[in-house]
């Protein structure tokens, strides 16, 4: 298995900036949120789906990540698919699913995330929960080299 260390750091895959990944998932969950804004009473599931699948979209990149020009690898290198898409967001999912829930999912939800930011920002290679699960990171230039 690759060093995930030095595949982060390649030429070919510089590791995303915090600000990026930040910006790209909050695009990502206004995206979820007009989901359940415009399409009631399915539109919750159809938010809930989209978190959880999309960085298999757009060879490993969800709407926001396309927009911010980041992009999902796997560490083999390949393209993240919607199984390890599924793996990397279900923290997120979970939030979002409890953000419905007044008052004490609104706690939770902000709990989770703070979690999640703070682990990307402590993490030397940039690496959340989602990514260590999925084995995948985020990139900022796209990932030009990427094997299919």
Request: proline residues 3%; glycine residues 10%.
């Amino acid at each position: 298995m690759p060093d995930m260390a030095a595949e982060v750091n390649s030429p070919e895959h510089t590791k995303a900036s915090i600000l990026n990944r930040f910006v790209a998932k909050v695009i990502d969950l206004i995206v979820a949120a007009a989901f359940s804004k415009l399409l009631p009473p399915v539109g919750f599931f159809a938010g809930l789906t989209y978190l959880l699948i999309a960085d298999g979209f757009f060879d490993g990149r969800s709407l926001g990540k396309k927009l911010i020009r980041l992009r999902t690898i796997r560490i083999d290198g390949g393209l993240c698919t919607y199984k390890d898409s599924i793996l990397r967001n279900i923290s997120i999912a979970v939030g979002y699913a409890l953000f419905f829930i007044p008052y004490v999912g609104w706690i939770l939800t902000i709990v989770i995330y703070l979690i999640e930011g703070l682990i990307i920002i402590g993490n030397e290679k940039g690496l959340r929960i989602g990514d260590e699960l999925a084995k995948t990171y985020v990139t900022e230039n796209g990932g030009t080299t990427i094997v299919k």
